[in-house]
């Protein structure tokens, strides 16, 4: 019988890269292991933009403050959008949707901050 090494008693969140391996957490919970791949090509420019776009929102969630995200974070459950407050905020400042934000601000009640 062949044996693996048991990932879910290296940590509870095992992912990303170990070694030559990349590790993912299928569905059911198991995580499966395979063999680092490196990109055969370097990123187009259009990729780096986005990388950079993304990054820069992240970096504007986590400059808020603890009762900026709660805001966020309340204003989705209030209005049962499928989203968490770091969506929320994400979405809004990548795919500059003002009416989407300002209705769920509206609808929720809840003043929350600008991302725009």
């Known amino acids: ?12 969140q095992v992912s990303g890269d ?7 957490t299928d569905r059911y919970g198991r995580k499966v292991p ?11 420019a259009a990729q780096v933009a986005s990388r950079n776009a993304f ?3 992240q ?5 808020l403050s603890a009762q900026e995200k709660k805001d966020l974070e309340d204003a989705c459950r209030k209005t049962s ?13 990548l795919k500059l ?3 989407a934000y300002l209705t769920i601000q509206r609808q929720s009640g809840i003043t929350l901050p600008l991302p725009y």
């Open 97 to 99: 949707d003002k009416d």
């Open 18 to 24: 170990f070694a030559d391996l990349t590790i993912y």
């Open 59 to 63: 970096q504007s969630w986590m400059a």
């Open 81 to 93: 959008i499928p989203l968490t407050g770091q969506n929320l905020w994400i979405h809004t400042i």
């Open 34 to 44: 395979f063999l680092k791949s490196p990109p055969k090509e370097p990123a187009s």
């Open 55 to 57: 990054r820069s929102a």
């Open 1 to 12: 019988m062949a044996w693996t090494v048991p990932w879910q008693l290296m940590g509870l």
